[in-house]
Structure formats: structure tokens, C-alpha cells
């Protein structure tokens, strides 16, 4: 999709905030500083419209972004920040798990894991819960532009066997750097949002 229209219409805590279009939704999940505001900002064709931070734990609020009036990412907060206190986290875990278990306009969920490093824990457990839900997912691992070329498919490989990725669940490479992957991200988005790609 070529995105020339976008807009952040609201931070939300609460279901009561949630928007009543009725649009499509895919929303965002990674580890804070994975590089989601990064991977928003190429798909709609921005530098900063998703803020980006050197400070993880930023996004406290679940950010949805009207993308050419038919649809909305949600950028969920990170999770995995060690820095924020208990009940933060707490606070945090149940606006998530309300969103993504409640949400009927909720197409599917984008999962980024740091494609340097093996998944952490949180990032199993997420994929965990996603796959509990019965959610549609896609796992994008970022950052692959700061390894060499030739050891791709052994990270993507490690990534697979340590989420215990289902079949039906796609994993794909990105880098905000080069903007590799944009399109077969968009052509996933698409398809679970409308069934298929836009003109």
C-alpha cells in the first residue's frame, strides 16, 4: 500500500477510548527499543511520525494511527522495560491483554524480535500467548542490516525453533536502514485486514 494519508487519532488506556469506525486493526507488539516506531514509520512512508526513542519504555498508551482512513496500526507499549516499577508493568500487561483478547476489529498482531540475538523470554512468551489466542501472527525480526548477509538464514532459523513458530504463522526479515522486507510486510497486513491486497 502507498500511504499518503496518516494520523495518530488517539493514546488509549481504555476500552471506552478505543475508536468506533469499526476499521481493520493490526496492532505492533515487540521488547521496548525493538524498533517498532522504526518499522511504523517506513510502512507509512514517514522519518518520524511514530516517535522514535533512544529511551526505552516510552509508549505508555496504546497508539492508533488512521493509515488512508481504512485501517489502524496500534502500537502497543514495549514490553521487557526492566526500569519500570511492578505496577507499571502490571498496568501495562492488562490494558494489552484486553486489547488483544477483546478487540473484535483486531486482524492480526505484527511481533518484532531483535533479529541479532536469540528471542528472549518475553518475546517466546508473547508469541506464546499470541499463539494461545488463536491470534494471527507475523514475526518480523529487525535490525538484520547490522549482520552480515550470510548469516541471515541462520538467525531466521534460531528465531523459528526458539519461538516454536506454527506453520501458518510467517516470519520475515527487516531493516528500517534499507527498508528490505517493507513490501511482503504490507502484502501480510493487507491480506489479514482485507482479505487480500489493496489497489
Same mark, same amino acid.
Do not use: C
Given at each position: 500500500?502507498?500511504?499518503?494519508?496518516?494520523?495518530?487519532?488517539?493514546?488509549?488506556?481504555?476500552?471506552?477510548?478505543?475508536?468506533?469506525?469499526?476499521?481493520?486493526?493490526?496492532? %505492533?507488539?515487540?521488547?521496548? /527499543?525493538?524498533?517498532?516506531?522504526?518499522?511504523? /514509520?517506513?510502512?507509512?512512508?514517514? /522519518?518520524?511520525?511514530?516517535?522514535?526513542?533512544?529511551?526505552?519504555?516510552?509508549?505508555?498508551?496504546? /497508539?492508533?494511527?488512521?493509515?488512508? &482512513?481504512?485501517?489502524?496500526?496500534?502500537?502497543?507499549?514495549?514490553?521487557?522495560?526492566?526500569?519500570?516499577?511492578?505496577?507499571?508493568?502490571? =498496568?501495562?500487561?492488562?490494558?494489552?491483554?484486553?486489547?488483544?483478547?477483546?478487540?473484535?476489529?483486531?486482524?492480526?498482531?505484527?511481533?518484532?524480535?531483535?533479529?541479532?540475538?536469540?528471542?528472549?523470554?518475553?518475546?517466546?512468551?508473547?508469541?506464546?500467548? %499470541?499463539?494461545?489466542?488463536?491470534?494471527?501472527? *507475523?514475526?518480523?525480526?529487525?535490525? *538484520?542490516?547490522?549482520?552480515?548477509?550470510?548469516?541471515?538464514?541462520?538467525? *531466521? &532459523?534460531?528465531?523459528? =525453533?526458539? *519461538?516454536?513458530?506454527?506453520?501458518?504463522?510467517?516470519?520475515?526479515?527487516?531493516?528500517?536502514?534499507? =527498508?528490505?522486507? =517493507?513490501?511482503?510486510?504490507?502484502?501480510?497486513?493487507?491480506?489479514?485486514?482485507?482479505?487480500?491486497?489493496?489497489?
Amino acid at each position: 500500500m502507498e500511504v499518503h494519508d496518516v494520523e495518530l487519532v488517539m493514546s488509549a488506556v481504555d476500552p471506552k477510548q478505543y475508536p468506533t469506525t469499526g476499521d481493520p486493526e493490526i496492532a %505492533l507488539v515487540g521488547r521496548s /527499543n525493538v524498533g517498532k516506531s522504526s518499522l511504523t /514509520n517506513v510502512l507509512i512512508n514517514r /522519518n518520524s511520525y511514530a516517535h522514535t526513542s533512544s529511551q526505552p519504555g516510552k509508549t505508555q498508551t496504546l /497508539n492508533f494511527y488512521h493509515v488512508e &482512513s481504512q485501517m489502524y496500526f496500534v502500537d502497543v507499549p514495549g514490553y521487557g522495560y526492566a526500569k519500570a516499577s511492578r505496577t507499571d508493568r502490571e =498496568k501495562w500487561g492488562q490494558m494489552i491483554e484486553t486489547y488483544l483478547t477483546q478487540r473484535e476489529q483486531l486482524r492480526g498482531v505484527v511481533s518484532l524480535v531483535d533479529g541479532r540475538h536469540e528471542p528472549t523470554k518475553d518475546d517466546q512468551q508473547m508469541y506464546t500467548w %499470541l499463539a494461545y489466542y488463536d491470534i494471527p501472527t *507475523l514475526v518480523v525480526a529487525t535490525k *538484520l542490516d547490522k549482520i552480515s548477509r550470510g548469516k541471515w538464514n541462520k538467525q *531466521l &532459523s534460531m528465531i523459528k =525453533k526458539t *519461538l516454536q513458530l506454527k506453520p501458518e504463522d510467517a516470519l520475515l526479515p527487516f531493516s528500517a536502514q534499507t =527498508k528490505m522486507g =517493507k513490501d511482503a510486510v504490507w502484502d501480510w497486513i493487507e491480506t489479514q485486514a482485507f482479505g487480500g491486497k489493496l489497489g
